[in-house]
């Protein structure tokens, strides 16, 4: 994975620790994407192999309490916002 993507995507969760993320809307955010875009950010999948596959192209995958899905990014240009 891209590090500056890595390091952005942290960044911003760390710095929003005290943020309790309970669905898609405030995860996007909590990671500051722009709630007016025609593409969603995010892949969500069941399946470990397609997680996997996401992390072996690079992609950041996200796992979170209460949610059965993992989220794949699928923006991936070193940049977090737009």
């Known amino acids: 994975m891209d590090p500056k993507v890595?390091?952005?995507?942290?960044?911003q969760i760390e710095s929003r620790k005290d943020w309790e993320v309970q669905n898609l809307q405030q995860l996007s955010d909590l990671l500051g994407f722009t709630r007016w875009g025609l593409v969603t950010r995010f892949h969500s999948t069941e399946l470990p192999q397609d997680a996997e596959y996401a992390l072996s192209?690079?992609?950041?995958?996200?796992?979170?309490?209460?949610?059965?899905?993992?989220?794949?990014?699928?923006?991936?240009?070193?940049?977090l916002h737009e």
């Open 57 to 79: 192209k690079g992609k950041a995958v996200l796992l979170l309490d209460r949610m059965p899905f993992a989220l794949i990014t699928p923006k991936m240009k070193g940049e």
């Open 6 to 11: 890595l390091k952005a995507i942290t960044e």
